[in-house]
């Protein structure tokens, strides 16, 4: 039996100029493409009287809009915010549904005797996608806080020198800032990644009896991640507008 071959590291596939290209951001690029062109069409074929395939999709997204504004209580605030959250979802979610099929993962090439590279790999496998997916969110909540309290009365919420356990309360909360982006990006990094590795596992030793049914867990697991990602999102945002008390 062959050995298993699991990469923790995103493989290079090309370099352009001194910047390498690899499988994980090739496919970063085919979820947006694939998410650019179905927003193209859905936005081409909505009607007034709308079918059953719009009435779908703006049931979900006025759903969502209004669950929003439920939790920021402000619905120009939840406009503002509506399209990161939904695009963090849908991105994060493509990625993880399209996980599965043929050619992610097997198309590619061989280098350096029988190592093999795949040409695509899911990208929320790399750690470096879930970082920087914590990041833009990390910045957004602790810019967003700033912008509606104003920057000394956010900040009282981290330095607070009234009182010794005032202090200590708000080094907590500093700390538990810093936290939200190392348990963001790992979140979604393991959950993904054990997946796949758990996959990789069953197809070598049980080929045709599990893969199958843990592919379709995989799915949920992936549509589970996209809206915990989100809705963390939205809650740490409600957290980070809230007045200092």
């Known amino acids: ?13 090309f370099h352009i100029g001194s910047i390498p290209i690899t499988n994980t951001l090739i496919m970063s690029w085919v ?10 069409l859905i ?22 809009m209004e669950y929003i504004e439920d939790v920021l209580e402000d619905k120009k605030l939840a406009r503002k915010f509506f399209p990161l959250l939904m695009t963090l979802f849908l991105f994060i979610f493509t990625a993880n549904a399209i996980e599965f099929f043929p050619g992610i993962g097997s198309l590619g090439f061989f280098h350096g005797g029988d190592e093999f590279t795949p040409l695509l790999r899911s990208m929320n496998t790399d750690f470096n996608v879930t970082l920087a997916l914590a990041l833009i969110s990390f910045l957004v909540i602790e810019i967003t806080g700033v912008a509606i309290l104003g920057f000394l009365k956010y900040g009282k919420k981290f330095v607070n020198v009234s009182s010794p356990l005032a202090f200590v309360v708000g080094l907590t909360e500093l700390l538990s800032e810093v936290a939200r982006l190392i348990s963001f990006s ?9 997946g796949e590795v758990l996959i990789v596992v069953t197809m070598a030793f049980l080929p045709g009896i599990l893969p199958v049914p843990l592919m379709v867990f ?10 915990v990602f989100a809705l963390l999102t939205l809650f740490f945002i409600k957290v980070a ?4 008390h």
């Open 31 to 40: 979820v947006v493409l694939l998410l650019v062109v179905a927003g193209s």
């Open 1 to 13: 039996m062959e050995g298993i071959h699991i990469a923790l590291a995103a493989e290079e596939v």
């Open 241 to 244: 507008i809230a007045e200092p």
């Open 186 to 194: 790992f979140r979604l990094f393991g959950n993904i990644f054990a």
């Open 218 to 227: 995989e799915l949920f697991v992936g549509f589970i991640q996209a809206v």
């Open 43 to 64: 936005g081409r074929r909505a009607a007034l009287m709308p079918g059953k395939a719009q009435v779908l999709v703006e049931t979900v997204f006025v759903g969502a």
